[in-house]
Nanobody
Framework: QVQLVESGGGLVQPGGSLRPSCAAS????????MGWYRQAPGKQRELVAVINSGGSTNYADSVKGRFTISRDNAKNTVYLQMNSLKPEDTAVYYC??????????WGQGTQVTVSS
């Protein structure tokens, strides 16, 4: 049973930083891409950043230069360093793990709130 456990969300003031993480477990199959998505109230879920097994990354234009995605392949863990946070970054952030054979799985989500 694949499990994705997220942590590291929270409340932060504008301009602040957070570093959520997501650890994947429960599968013998190889992980391909891991990524972060977010969903704000009343909006569709959108891609924030993704990183493949080789380390190549892709970011939403709205977070380029502020967010950095990284992963530890030995721990099957992905991180999202979020700097210079803005109120419009407020959302539930979801981790996704794509396995080569069995497809994609989602985490339960972690709330990020940027407010003074």
């Amino acid at each position: 049973q694949v499990q994705l456990v997220e942590s590291g969300g929270g409340l932060v003031q504008p301009g602040g930083s957070l570093r959520p993480s997501c650890a994947a477990s429960g599968s013998i199959f190889r992980l391909n891409a891991m990524g972060w998505y977010r969903q704000a109230p009343g909006k569709q879920r959108e891609l924030v950043a993704v990183i493949n097994s080789g380390g190549s990354t892709n970011y939403a234009d709205s977070v380029k230069g502020r967010f950095t995605i990284s992963r530890d392949n030995a721990k099957n863990t992905v991180y999202l360093q979020m700097n210079s946070l803005k109120p419009e970054d407020t959302a539930v952030y979801y981790c996704k793990a794509d396995y080569v054979t069995i497809g994609g799985y989602w985490g339960q989500g972690t709330q990020v709130t940027v407010s003074s």
